[in-house]
């Protein structure tokens, strides 16, 4: 029988190039410079100025957290204004993002998230927080209940879903290529759920990386993701055309707008779709998408199984150019 997967979130070897989880936002870039330096009163401003845009927020709150100080400097502010809704969830996030990377015990970042919500019962994204950390180190049904937690709050929270998508498609990953696996059908089921026009339409893609990813890990498919095969069966071209004329129709509009008009995370959307489209062997279509996507490379799902992801992206993006 072949190992198991390495725990999510432990990669074989660094990347020699940073991604940045901001994006497109540059108002979140500039929030995020402001609080390295201690001025946390931008981020106060954008927070304020993004409102109940739920995966805006849930957005900047994670993108803000990833700063290696945003916990000291969030402390600072709750301790300046401590009926501030925000500066508790900026806590609670930059606590999970510590406990994630494994400097911070998860009780405590736990305790964070709990009393933000308490602050802000409408706002899923304490949830988020929780979600993220619970998928990491917490047990199953624990991710299940968090993710409906965030449901119930924003039924189509971007977020949320491919943190469950990732979780999902870890279940029996002994079990080989399984056409009817449940990560699939979660996906399909996701998208035909979510309103015309949302992102969510990607989300089938998202599964077979996600998939892509366990079975490579557990030896069941090779470590080129594009000599693998795992995107030209039946049920993985009917989610890359679907998803790919959503993009035509709606997702090519939206990445046209303003960053802040666009979906916040649409660019991992695309991300996703170019590397499907490339292992598919449609280097046309993959080569509108990186054109799309620009400077805003993601590790995922680039680094799976376990790639540089700078390497495989810009070998990618080469490929499909050149043939284009």
């Known amino acids: 029988m072949p190992p198991p997967p390495p725990p999510f979130g432990r990669p074989r070897r660094k990347p020699a190039y940073t991604f940045d989880p901001a994006l497109d936002d540059t108002d979140l870039v500039a929030a995020r410079s402001a609080l390295a330096q201690g001025r946390w009163s931008e981020a106060r401003e954008l ?55 494994g400097r911070a015990r998860p009780d405590r970042a736990r305790d964070a998230c709990l009393d933000a919500a308490s602050l802000v019962p409408q706002d899923p994204t ?82 077979h990386a996600e998939r892509y990813r366990v079975l490579a890990r557990a030896g069941f498919l090779p470590p080129d993701a594009k000599a693998s095969g795992h995107w030209t069966g039946r049920r993985a071209r009917v989610a890359l055309k679907a998803a790919f004329d959503w993009w035509l129709e709606w997702g090519e509009t939206h990445s046209r707008a303003g960053s802040a008009q666009a979906h916040p995370r649409a660019r991992i959307d695309l991300n996703y779709l170019a590397h499907a489209k490339y292992c598919e062997g449609r280097p046309a279509e993959a080569a509108a998408l990186f054109h799309r996507i620009g400077p805003h490379r993601t590790p995922d799902p680039w680094s799976y199984p376990d790639r540089d992801p700078y390497e495989a992206f810009s070998a990618a993006r080469g490929a499909a150019l050149g043939s284009a």
């Open 47 to 101: 927070l304020a100025a993004t409102g109940d845009d739920w995966d805006r927020r849930g957005h900047r709150l994670m993108g803000l957290a990833h700063e290696p100080t945003a916990g000291a400097w969030a402390d600072d502010w709750r301790l300046v204004e401590p009926e501030s809704a925000d500066a508790a969830v900026l806590v609670a996030c930059a606590a999970v993002q510590r406990a994630v990377a």
């Open 126 to 207: 304490p949830w988020l927080a929780l979600l993220r950390l619970e998928r990491t180190v917490g047990r199953e049904e624990d991710v299940v209940r968090l993710f409906d937690e965030v449901r119930v709050r924003h039924p189509t929270h971007h977020h949320a879903h491919h943190l469950m998508v990732a979780r999902l498609a870890e279940r029996r990953a002994d079990a080989g290529q399984d056409p009817l696996h449940e990560v699939y059908d979660f996906g399909a089921w996701a998208a035909e759920q979510a309103p015309a026009g949302s992102p969510l339409a990607a989300l089938p893609v998202v599964a």
